[in-house]
């Protein structure tokens, strides 16, 4: 099977690693086949976007979801390498308010499935990084929030080692998951 696929301790979050194919000359992946997809992780559905960022490092986008219209990602590395983090903000989970987070890079070629439900963000370490991610809805900005990178009950563990990361102006204004509104 070209993907290999394992679980992590959020539901549905799940890390994909596909088969490379090297030589002298470089590599060869499928970064993305929906029947291959389907057949390792049991999840059948459409993306309807491609999103593609570049970012310096020190630069910390998210954590970022969609309470109406949430998207389901596909993310990965293209250069580069970063921490990449999901959070389980789905009430009714067993790990609602928990976190996972991995290094995805260039180099290791992971990928990373966050259903719909999690806020997700990511934290460069290299000197830049280019992060590509499919998405199962499309972006509504009214629907967008943002929380806390650093919300204290969250604890996530981002490798900043002293470094105050460089934030967007949503994202430095952002809230704890406990004050996230909701619109069941």
Request: proline share 7%.
């Given at each position: ?17 596909p ?5 002298s ?5 499928e970064?993305?086949n ?10 059948s559905?459409?993306f309807?976007?491609?999103n593609?960022?570049?970012s310096a ?43 996972i ?11 990373l ?9 990511f934290l460069?370490?290299s ?15 009214e ?8 919300d ?15 934030l967007a ?16």
């Open positions: 099977m070209p993907i290999t696929v394992t679980a992590t301790a959020l539901e549905g979050v799940l890390v994909l690693e088969k490379v194919f090297g030589d000359r470089g590599f060869f992946l970064s993305y929906a029947r291959e997809f389907e057949a390792a992780t049991g999840i559905t459409p309807v976007q491609d593609h960022s570049r490092k020190g630069v910390l986008r998210g954590l970022h979801l969609q309470l109406r219209h949430p998207q389901g990602k596909l993310v990965r590395v293209t250069s580069g390498e970063v921490f990449d983090v999901a959070v389980d903000t789905r009430r009714d989970s067993p790990t609602y308010g928990k976190w987070g991995l290094h995805l890079s260039a180099e290791n070629k992971k990928q499935w966050i259903p719909p439900g999690l806020a997700h963000g460069v370490l000197e830049s990084a280019e992060f590509l991610y499919k998405t199962t809805d499309y972006w509504y900005p629907f967008e929030r943002s929380i806390a990178w650093n204290p009950a969250l604890g996530i563990e981002w490798p900043l080692h002293g470094l105050a990361p460089s102006a949503k994202d430095q204004a952002a809230a704890p998951l406990a004050q996230l509104e909701r619109l069941d």
